[in-house]
């Protein structure tokens, strides 16, 4: 006997079980998975100001305040003195202009520049310690010819500062066709002398922390007038720019501390010398504990190193100071301090001393002090004292934050409209926001930077917005998404969704198949 073979009937009982197991799984995925998904990957993308952003400035220019001031020259004679040499002395105004009031008018404060006029046997512009201020003479009825020379004057000493202010802007590509002529036509020394300056400085920031450090190649000498020292060569610093700049400073001493082993002096006569190729390994970075650039605001490091008595005197050759600076790190000096007479032991007649005194380190301090200047970008100009350079580094700097932040805010508007997938949350835009915000008031300042209080604004202003922009573009949820593109995410759910996917959608497929059947029946 055979028996007939076939595809078994399914009770109606079984018909509606599969149904309903196969709707049930639907259910779920479209009333439950769908929705849990779409909310734990969506991405947050609030609208970004890209116009505002992405807007050129490249039609910057500030005001330096000029004050005159006579004991001898009538109030109107010298207002009118005043306007003569402002009217002469304006230059280009693309980038900025003298604001020249007479001292009955301006008010004096800290980035002032003042002019004290007397009359003298010839026209002389000098500066004068004594008065901070730079100190006129004209001779006996040369009144009229005065603003020529006062304008030609104040035209030559900030020249720097205007070929600073162009360079900034060329380099940061906003300058014109008036800006690169105006390059053009600088000495070239002046050009590559303030590539130089822009190469070896610290970016312009709020906060620096000074590491300054005595490293001894034996146990002498363990002790040093660092204090005097400090409040002699790097305190007036500090506290010149202490309303721009916050910087702290901190000492060390550390004994046992030998040079880089690859580094080997050579003995020259009854000195051991350094070659200048020995010079950029001479820090021990493996023993030496110097200080990271942690936190907030780069580390600035200066080294005094005394050598071993046997290389003693240790010089560099052709650097008369015994002392070279490490670009956008620090500076480095060799000390070779006069041996004392060691009553203590007969083997050794000699030793190095145990404490260097404040003369032993005037010549490491001068240099550290000229170093700082550099590494912070504080113009060279000659013909400036160090007050007047300060003034200048202040507005530099005030505008160097106020381009890089027009350099964030332009990326990050590119970056939002080229890539589409990441993520831009509320914060960011509030950092955008109040970023554009305080650039807004740098603009509104700029055009009124005539006192002291107008540029604490300017500089707090772009400060801020520095600050801000910087949160903006390197948020961290936004940096995750720059590396996680579509191809990934394909890789990640494909092995997920082919599994379980293709028999849901050929029991869908199947079901559907069935209802039409038994509609047709």
């Known amino acids: ?74 109030k109107n004679e010298l207002a009118k003195l005043a306007w003569e040499t402002q009217k002469l002395a304006k230059g280009q105004q693309f980038l900025f202009k003298f604001h020249v009031q007479a001292q009955n008018q301006c008010q004096q404060d800290a980035v002032t520049t003042l002019i004290t006029i007397a009359e003298g046997e010839d026209y002389d512009i000098q500066y004068s310690s004594r008065s901070a201020s730079f100190e006129a003479r004209y001779p006996e009825g040369g009144m009229p010819s005065l603003p020529f020379h006062l304008a030609t004057f104040l035209q030559s000493a900030f020249l720097e500062e205007h070929a600073s202010v162009a360079y900034q802007l060329f380099t940061s590509g906003k300058s014109n066709e008036d800006i690169q002529s105006f390059i053009q036509t600088l000495p070239q020394d002046m050009t590559n002398n303030i590539q130089k300056a822009a190469n070896r400085a610290f970016k312009p920031g709020s906060n620096y922390h000074l590491s300054i450090s005595l490293f001894t190649a034996g146990s002498a000498p363990s002790s040093w007038d660092i204090r005097q020292a400090l409040d002699t060569y790097i305190e007036p610093i500090v506290y010149a720019l202490s309303s721009t700049s916050n910087i702290s400073v901190a000492s060390q001493v550390q004994l046992y501390s030998s040079f880089s082993p690859s580094v080997q002096p050579q003995q020259r006569d009854s000195t051991w010398r350094l070659k200048k190729e020995d010079l950029t390994s001479f820090v021990n970075t493996a023993e030496w504990p110097l200080s990271p650039s942690i936190g907030q605001g780069p580390t600035i ?70 170093q700082l200047l550099q590494l912070l970008g504080v113009p060279q100009s000659t013909k400036l004292p160090l007050q007047e350079r300060l003034k200048s580094f202040q507005r530099l700097s005030a505008l160097s934050l106020y381009l890089r932040t027009s350099s964030n805010l332009g990326s990050l508007a590119r970056l939002a409209q080229r890539l589409s997938n990441i993520p831009i949350p509320r914060h960011v835009l509030r950092s955008v926001d109040s970023a554009l915000a305080r650039l807004s008031v740098f603009q509104q300042c700029l055009t009124t930077s005539t006192t002291g209080e107008s540029w604490s604004t300017c500089f707090t202003s772009a400060r801020a917005a520095f600050v801000e922009s910087e949160k903006a573009f390197f948020d961290k949820s936004m940096v995750g998404q720059v590396y996680f593109p579509d191809e990934h995410k394909v890789a990640v759910y494909l092995p997920l969704l082919g599994p379980v996917g293709v028999p849901l959608v050929v029991g869908l497929l199947g079901e559907m198949k069935s209802i039409i059947g038994r509609r047709k029946r």
């Not at 807007?55 to 004991?71: G, K, N, T």
Request: aromatic share 10%; charged share 15%; with cysteine.
């Open 1 to 74: 006997m055979s028996l007939a073979m076939g595809t078994p009937v399914e009770t109606q009982r079984e018909v509606s079980l599969r149904s309903r197991v196969v709707w049930s799984f639907w259910v779920i995925i479209l009333l439950l998975g769908l929705p849990t998904w779409w909310a734990t990957t969506s991405i947050e993308r609030a609208s970004l100001p890209s116009d505002l952003m992405l807007a050129s400035h490249d039609d910057l220019w500030y005001s330096i305040p000029v004050c005159l001031s006579s004991a001898s020259i009538a």
């Open 301 to 370: 490091n200066f080294i005094t190193y005394v050598p071993a008595k046997q290389f003693i005197p240790l010089l560099l050759d052709d650097n008369s100071t015994n002392s070279w600076l490490v670009p956008q790190w620090g500076g480095i000096t060799i000390l070779n301090p006069p041996l004392r007479s060691n009553e203590e032991s007969e083997l050794e007649s000699e030793v190095l001393p145990d404490h260097l005194d404040h003369a032993s380190l005037v010549p490491a301090f001068e240099s550290f002090q000229t």
